[in-house]
């Protein structure tokens, strides 16, 4: 979206940083907010566990 880069710009810098994952995206979001006209909380956070395998069967699928 129009605020990707802000975030994503944000979550590099953090990235070695000792901040929980929630700290890093409020964070992030709150950049995007910041410098993007097309951002705007509030912010919902929701988190789902996650099976790596099957996430590096899907990626491995991606670059065959």
Not at 31 to 42: D, I, K, L, N
Request: proline share 3%.
């Amino acid at each position: 979206g129009c605020g990707e880069d802000f975030l994503l710009g944000s979550l590099h810098t953090s990235a070695g940083l000792d901040w929980p994952a929630e700290k890093r995206l409020l964070a992030a979001l709150g950049a995007a907010e910041r410098f993007s006209t097309g951002v705007e909380g509030p912010f919902h956070l929701v988190s789902a566990r996650c099976d790596v395998s099957l996430v590096a069967a899907v990626l491995r699928h991606r670059e065959a």
